[in-house]
């Protein structure tokens, strides 16, 4: 082929390419302006000052922003802590919502589109407008929208999608972990049992109900430090127990919640069985979560807990139990070798003149380096 036809071949294939990329970039274009041509409000979701989701037979969970990124439960109790990312989505998803369709101007029989009792109402303060409150009834019938409602307006229909982003109940909109950051390392875990009393011991040989018993302190300088205990005595800490421990405490996920639990004494928790507290790598104050009974009548083995300082009662894993010392030197190092078996790279054995060096290449295999 001549030089020439090559690079008319080549320059038609350029502007085809360049052709091909431009009706790409203009469909898509085209296709954004369409979204936002169908969007309900012209907001955007930082602009989302307060919210409230109410779903049929549950109550209304209120919440207000206070900072970026920030949020604050105010209903159905206030010392409910949010889980912030989920709040700043859902207040994302509600100004991105669109209309796919107007239905009807001004609809006459709201059962029709089950309206009279809306599967869920959103309400919103909106910085620089008025109070929103946007409805949803069913499913239309091609199973792709539902009906919505923005205060007395059209009857319009929105993606079941974006409905399920909104449709967030209190158990979701909570915070439900144990600890308040569970991306930050702890540093340091107290442990105590507390008296709950003895029927069949003489009054005069108990301690007083509610009384700590020895405490017990685990700490470490830096994530991925090495556990030391330092309470009741300093020595090295069982590294497998303590990390064991810290790691059920740090990620552990509560359910069940009762946030108006009446009398503590139902779940063991007036006083508590035990205390746990926890400090982190992020310098929050030090939490404490105290221990209750566990639960008699439920099929999955939990245990009551509570955050001090919180109303709310939750259930947490039963295994958790289980890790717990019984003893308060159950978590000290009583091994005379005390440190991580993954650590260990050389074994040097001798007994009399005899005696053999094991050591681990680069691969994790022990190799016999003496004797040859």
Same mark, same amino acid.
Request: aromatic letters at 4%; hydrophobic letters at 40%.
């Given at each position: 082929m001549r030089p020439r036809s090559t690079l008319v071949l080549v320059a038609v294939l350029v502007l085809l390419c360049a052709g091909y990329w431009g009706m790409n970039s203009l469909r898509a274009r085209r296709v954004e302006e369409a979204q936002q041509a169908r969007r309900i409000f012209d907001f955007e979701?930082? $602009? /989302?000052? $307060?919210?409230?989701?109410? %779903?049929?037979? %549950?109550?209304?969970?209120?919440?207000? *922003?206070?900072?970026?990124? %920030?949020?604050?439960?105010?209903?159905?109790?206030d010392t409910i802590p949010p889980l912030h990312p989920l709040w700043d989505r859902v207040a994302e998803r509600l100004a991105g919502l669109v209309n796919q369709r107007t239905v009807v101007g001004s609809p006459g029989d709201l059962a029709q589109y089950g309206l009279d009792v809306p599967a869920l109402t959103v309400t919103a303060e909106v910085e620089g407008r008025a109070p929103l409150r946007l409805v949803f009834g069913d499913v239309e019938p091609t199973q792709r929208n539902r009906y919505a409602r923005l205060d007395d307006g059209p009857l319009f229909l929105v993606p079941t999608e974006s409905f399920f982003e909104l449709n967030r109940s209190l158990e979701e909109? *909570?915070? $439900?972990?144990? /600890? !308040?950051? *569970? !991306?930050?390392d702890i540093l340091e875990v107290q442990f105590a049992w507390v008296w709950t009393g003895n029927p069949d011991a003489p009054e005069e040989e108990q301690p007083e109900l509610g009384e700590e018993s020895t405490v017990i302190t685990l700490k470490r300088d830096a994530p991925g430090a090495p556990w030391r205990m330092a309470s009741p005595v300093e020595a090295p800490a069982n590294q497998e127990r303590a990390e064991e421990f810290v790691k059920e405490v740090q990620f552990a996920v509560c359910r069940n919640y009762v946030d108006n639990p009446g009398d503590l004494s139902d779940y063991g928790l007036k006083p508590p069985a035990a205390r746990i507290t926890v400090a982190d790598s992020a310098g929050g104050r030090a939490q404490n979560i105290l221990i209750g009974a566990l639960d008699a009548q439920g099929g999955r083995g939990g245990v009551y807990a509570q955050i001090a300082g919180r109303q709310a009662v939750f259930q947490v894993d039963a295994h958790l139990l289980t890790l717990l010392p019984r003893t308060p030197l159950q978590w000290r190092e009583n091994r005379l070798l005390t440190r991580r078996v993954t650590d260990i790279r050389r074994i040097d054995y001798r007994r009399g003149g005899d005696g053999f060096v094991l050591e681990k290449d680069g691969a994790g295999e022990w190799k016999l380096v003496s004797p040859a």
């Open positions: 979701g930082a $602009r /989302v000052k $307060r919210m409230g989701i109410a %779903q049929i037979n %549950q109550p209304v969970v209120e919440g207000e *922003r206070v900072a970026e990124g %920030q949020w604050r439960i105010t209903a159905p109790n909109l *909570r915070h $439900r972990f144990l /600890v !308040e950051n *569970r !991306e930050a």
